[in-house]
């Protein structure tokens, strides 16, 4: 049926601008923050949970810089490091928000309509 086509057709997009990552102002340049999977996104909670350990204990550099797509390593403080992994929770939260208003606006899709439904707007 039209609905679950048009419904299975927002996970590439979405996915899609996932897996392309967060391009990120590093403190020492720009970067691009992997998020092609699950794991990537471990790492990244990892990284940020040792910063907020790290800086729990009065730590100011971080042991180990952030290895971003380009495999660069950025030496971050546990703060920098911190709003880091805010960043990339907002930028995995805001495609989030952007699928679920998409999912209302296929919910609402009649026969009539769905031929002039773009699936790429709102990203």
Same mark, same amino acid.
């Given at each position: 049926?039209?609905?679950s ?5 927002d ?6 601008? =996932? ?9 020492d340049? +720009?970067? +691009? ?7 990537? @996104? ?12 790290? $800086? =729990? ?7 180990m /810089?952030? @290895?971003d797509?380009?495999?660069?390593s ?15 929770? %907002?930028?995995? /939260?805001?495609l989030?928000?952007? @699928?679920?208003?998409l $999912? ?5 899709l %009649? ?8 699936? %790429?707007?709102?990203?």
């Amino acid at each position: 049926d039209w609905s679950s086509d048009v419904c299975s057709s927002d996970l590439p997009q979405r996915t899609a601008f =996932q897996s392309a990552g967060l391009s990120y102002t590093f403190p020492d340049g +720009v970067g +691009v923050i992997q998020l092609r999977d699950d794991s990537d @996104k471990v790492n990244i909670n990892g990284y940020t949970s040792m910063a907020m350990i790290a $800086a =729990q204990q009065g730590v100011t550099a971080m042991p180990m /810089g952030f @290895k971003d797509a380009a495999n660069v390593s950025h030496p971050m403080t546990p703060a920098q490091a911190m709003a880091m992994g805010v960043a990339v929770g %907002t930028f995995i /939260g805001n495609l989030t928000v952007a @699928k679920d208003a998409l $999912a209302t606006s296929i919910n609402a899709l %009649t026969a009539e309509t769905v031929g002039t439904f773009d699936i %790429t707007a709102g990203w």
